[in-house]
């Protein structure tokens, strides 16, 4: 039987294994986990985080797609950690409901998460926000400039106005390639997500905001209201107290609900509008 030692990276999953044990104990300081949290973490790879997560929260749950892995992670686990649950599924079809299940503790999520699944990772998550503590990621550092960015900034986009409308977003440290095995080509960096207990602009119609959202920033380089002009009618768009001869990067996310709000009321009044 192999052992997690020499299990190999495999890049259809994009493996890169966390192996600096100072920036490991860092993560864990960060997340600061606790005995009675209910703590899952997405992808423990050959388990580097999963063992400290494990001596201060024994009834952890992980996620891990790479069925090879799963062995040799109760191999090395569950004879200390009797309590351990390791789900062999992909994280992005996973129902996180299902570790609330006559629990009413909230969700605590942590992972090193592969580049190339990170934003509908955390789009998915989302979903879940209402069940949420808060979420301790590893993600390239231009996707944490991106979900931190401010409005006006270049950075700022679709991912940065949802995931502030329903977190608030800490950038933590970055972490360079040569802690990883095999080196990722690109710098890391840790962000702490923690959903907003009550959202501070919520929106009328979720999925009108994400349409307006989406419109948006596929076409950037106009000014919203040009941008929006197949989703709005004119007077829609100019009936709000925003300027909206501005790029969409130059609009906050309380600018947004409040023009999908506009909309949203201007719909439920049954006004015509254009699509």
Known sequence: MGTLLNHQARKRFGQNFLEDEGVIERIVKSIHPRATDNLVEIGPGKGAITEHLLAACPSLNVIEL???LVPLLLARFIARYPEFKIHQSDALKFDFNSLL????????????????????LIFHLLEYHAQVQDMHFM???????????????????RLSVMVQYYCQVESLFDVPPECFNPAPKVDSAIVRLTPHPVLPHPARDIELLQRLVNVAFQQRRKTLRNALKQLLPVDAIESVSIDTSVRPEQVSVAEYVALSNELAQQLEQGKPHEH
């Open 101 to 120: 299940s006559g629990d009413s503790r909230p969700l605590r999520v942590v992972g090193n998460l592969p580049y190339n699944i990170s934003t509908p």
């Open 66 to 68: 790479d069925r090879d």
């Open 139 to 157: 993600l390239q550092q231009e996707v944490v400039k991106r979900l931190a960015a401010p409005a006006g900034i270049k950075a700022y986009g």
